[in-house]
C-alpha cells in the first residue's frame, strides 16, 4: 500500500470518528436537555409599573451526565396571543442534582389589558367567569436551548395546557421531581 493510499484511510479513519464523536455529543445533549425536570420555587419583587416579577424555579438533572443550556424560555399564550413570556439565562446542572434558576416573567401590557376588559365586559352582562371558561384558551411553550459541542444549536421545545403546566410546577412528590 503505498503512503498516499495509507494517508487516505487515516483521513477516512479521522473523518469517520470526528463524525461519531459529533452525533454523540448532540445525541446525548439532547437527551439530558429532554430529561430536565422543573418546578417553581417563589414569585417575589412583583413591579406593577412594568407588569414582570422576579421568578425561582427548581431544575432537576435525573442523567448522569451534566447539562448545560443557553436559555430557557416559557411563554404562557392566551388563545394563540403571547400573554406573559419568562426568560433564564443559562446554566449547568450537575448529575442528580437540582439548580436553582432565576428568572424574570413578563406581561404583555396589552393582552392583559385585553383580557381584563374582556372580563370586565363579561362582569358587566352577567357573563361571570367566561374568559377562561375553556382549557384550551392558555397554552404554555417551553424551549430550552443549548450548543452541543458548543456550536450546534439543539433546542428541545415542549407544548402544553396551562392545567399540565401548572402540575409540573407544584411537583413535590418523587415521582414526578427526581431530585426532590
Known amino acids: 500500500m503505498s503512503s498516499s493510499s495509507r494517508r487516505f484511510v487515516w483521513v477516512g479513519i479521522g473523518a469517520s470518528a470526528f463524525i461519531a464523536i459529533v452525533v454523540a455529543s448532540i445525541f446525548v ?3 439530558t436537555l429532554n430529561n430536565l425536570q422543573f418546578r417553581g420555587n417563589t414569585a417575589e419583587s ?3 409599573a412594568t407588569l414582570s416579577m422576579d421568578m425561582k424555579i427548581d431544575a432537576c438533572n435525573p442523567t ?17 396571543e403571547e400573554f406573559a413570556t419568562m426568560m ?9 442534582q437540582t439548580t436553582i434558576l432565576d428568572g424574570r416573567m413578563s406581561v404583555n401590557g396589552e393582552a392583559f389589558a385585553g383580557l381584563f376588559m374582556k372580563t370586565l365586559a363579561d362582569g358587566l352582562a352577567g357573563r361571570q367567569g367566561q374568559s377562561f371558561e375553556q382549557e384550551e384558551d392558555m397554552t404554555v411553550v417551553t424551549t430550552i436551548d443549548s ?5 450546534i444549536p439543539i433546542s428541545d421545545r415542549k407544548s402544553l395546557a396551562m392545567s399540565e403546566f401548572q402540575q409540573q410546577m407544584q411537583q413535590d ?4 421531581f427526581s431530585c426532590a
Open 29 to 31: 445533549n439532547y437527551y
Open 46 to 48: 412583583i413591579d406593577f
Open 64 to 80: 448522569p451526565i451534566p447539562t448545560r443550556f443557553d436559555k430557557f424560555t416559557i411563554a404562557v399564550n392566551y388563545r394563540g
Open 88 to 96: 433564564i439565562n443559562g446554566k449547568t446542572i450537575p448529575p442528580y
Open 147 to 151: 450548543r452541543a459541542l458548543g456550536f
Open 173 to 176: 412528590d418523587e415521582d414526578q
